[in-house]
């Protein structure tokens, strides 16, 4: 198997460095042998497409919300930007800190502890705001307020990029899991991951594309531009798999890829 099809495992996680980076995840999700890591191709190739939508970063400032320990940031600082970033976890801003960032530091901006509400930068600071994997932990009413954060620190005009689950997709996926499992004879009682307690509550702002719309645009950004993604699994034929790519319906995709831009006129009117 070649290309982004490819399968590669490891026996010892240990021995490989930064395995989050390079994509390695528990090699399955219901029976882990709690020895087994594999590297998972299609979550790099994600990764890719939603950096991409960044454009040139190089020289720009760039701010990461819900940054973690600063994974995403120590690639942006590798292709030039100006890094700074804000998480509530004290660990993961602490490893952050300690990171080597691009040209030795010398791409390092800020990285900050503190609730991304309250973003701790100046008024038109960044000329790019990027966030991946944090919405989904965050209600509605906290998501406006980020967002209106986000409003304030970047520059008129400036790049706003959003990665999170679709919550539209997770729904149609559990409903075609309960279907199988009861033609199976089996319980249909599963829920998306990270809810009901399986195997926590941690995404409980799950989101769709119409809402982050909404939002967006009450906040004057621009109507968010959605970033398609090949639905790729082992169980559809590749002609399948095209049909549906072909389809470009928004359920299809497991995550929302947004890109969006400040106002460039209601931002210079309010400054």
């Known amino acids: 198997m070649k290309g982004w099809n490819k399968s590669e495992e490891s026996q010892n996680i240990d021995a490989v460095v930064d395995p989050w980076l ?3 995840f528990h090699a399955s ?3 882990w042998d709690q020895k087994t890591w594999r590297r998972n191709f299609s979550e790099l190739r994600l990764r890719d497409q939603t950096l991409m939508c960044l454009g040139d970063v190089c020289g720009k400032k760039v701010l990461d919300i819900g940054c973690g320990d600063g994974t995403y940031a120590y690639v942006l600082s590798i292709l030039g930007a100006i890094v700074s ?4 976890g004290v660990d993961a801003i602490r490893i952050a800190n300690e990171r080597v960032y691009g040209e030795r530091n010398c791409n390092k901006g800020k990285f900050v502890c503190a609730d991304a509400s309250k973003l701790s930068f100046d008024d038109s600071y960044f000329d790019v705001v990027f ?3 944090f919405f989904e932990h965050i209600k509605l009413a906290e998501k406006r307020q980020v967002l209106g954060e986000v409003y304030r620190v970047l520059k008129p005009g400036g790049l706003f990029v959003i ?3 679709n919550l539209d997709y997770l ?3 559990i409903f075609f899991k309960r279907l199988l499992r009861l033609l199976r004879f089996r319980s249909p009682l599963v829920y998306i991951a990270h809810t009901r307690n399986n195997p926590d509550n941690e995404h409980h702002g799950l989101t769709n594309y119409r809402e982050m719309r909404r939002e967006l645009e009450d906040c004057f950004f621009h109507t968010p531009v959605f ?7 082992r169980e559809l034929s590749p002609i399948f ?3 549906l790519g072909a389809l470009r319906l928004k359920i299809f995709s497991e995550h929302l890829i947004l890109v969006t831009r400040k106002s460039i006129f209601v931002g210079i009117g309010n400054d």
Do not use: E, F
């Open 22 to 24: 390079k994509g390695y």
């Open 163 to 165: 990665k999170t689950p």
């Open 241 to 243: 798999t095209d049909i």
């Open 85 to 88: 970033g804000q998480d509530l």
């Open 131 to 133: 966030s991946a994997d």
């Open 29 to 31: 999700h219901d029976d």
């Open 227 to 233: 970033q398609h993604q090949p639905l790729v699994r």
């Open 171 to 173: 729904r149609l996926s």
